[in-house]
């Protein structure tokens, strides 16, 4: 639980360290934004080091916060679980976001530190052994390699949204960009990695109603 405190401590260590970076940034100076003592610095995160690998994950959980995949059934069909997978991704990098927490996760990809490697321990490798299970299911015969590679190409798709949003605002037009939608990207991206994978989202889920429907399971 986060106390009123550590909260502050953490917005105002996203803000800074997002501007100026870890070197440049200074306990003082994210003290006073808090409104803190130095001393609290020390008292919740132990060192600036420290400190800043939990404004990191802050600001990667900013970036997620309130999205998370569904709980799927044993009966629900790979196909569902790959279209669920990527709407919540797309619907993710198409929100709006706190430019305090995009320019310090943009910094941390720019520069890797030892708070990348928490950040993917914690966060985006269970996200990644999930959409890898997903896969599996999807196409059983593939590798680990393999996998990777597809899983690569689909959260590529996604992240271009939100690193790449006023660029493709630019080449379509601003309100053509507009109706680009999380319906619309997320159908596309879905189709997109179904075709990839040489299969068609209305025929596999026929395969899948017709072999669950045997056993009277509806899918």
Not at 53 to 78: N, S
Not at 82 to 88: S, Y
Not at 123 to 129: G, L, Q, S, V, W
Not at 160 to 188: C, N, Q, T, W
Request: with cysteine; hydrophobic share 40%; glycine share 6%.
């Amino acid at each position: 639980m986060t106390d009123a405190t550590q909260q502050r401590l953490l917005e105002a260590a996203e803000e800074i360290f997002g501007e100026k970076g870890f070197k440049a940034a200074s306990i003082r100076e994210i003290s006073k934004r808090a409104s803190a003592n130095i001393a609290a610095v020390n008292y919740y995160f132990g060192d600036k080091e420290r400190l800043y690998i939990e404004a990191v994950k802050y600001a990667h959980r900013g970036c997620t916060q309130g999205m998370p995949f569904p709980e799927w059934t044993p009966e629900t069909t790979p196909i569902r679980k790959l279209r669920d997978f990527i709407r919540v991704m797309v619907t993710r990098m198409m929100q709006p976001q706190s430019p305090a927490s995009t320019q310090l996760m943009m910094r941390e990809l720019a520069q890797p530190t030892a708070a990348c490697a928490e950040v993917v321990r914690e966060y985006i490798r269970p996200m990644a052994e999930k959409l890898g299970g997903i896969l599996a299911e999807l196409k059983s015969e593939s590798t680990g390699r393999s996998r990777f590679l597809i899983a690569f190409s689909i959260v590529g798709q996604c992240l271009f949204y939100r690193i790449h949003r006023p660029i493709a605002a630019m080449l379509v037009g601003e309100e053509e960009f507009e109706k680009y939608d999380v319906d619309l990207v997320a159908s596309h991206i879905t189709a997109f990695t179904l075709n990839a994978l040489g299969l068609e989202e209305k025929s596999a889920d026929a395969v899948m109603c017709s072999t669950t429907s045997a056993t009277g399971v509806e899918p």
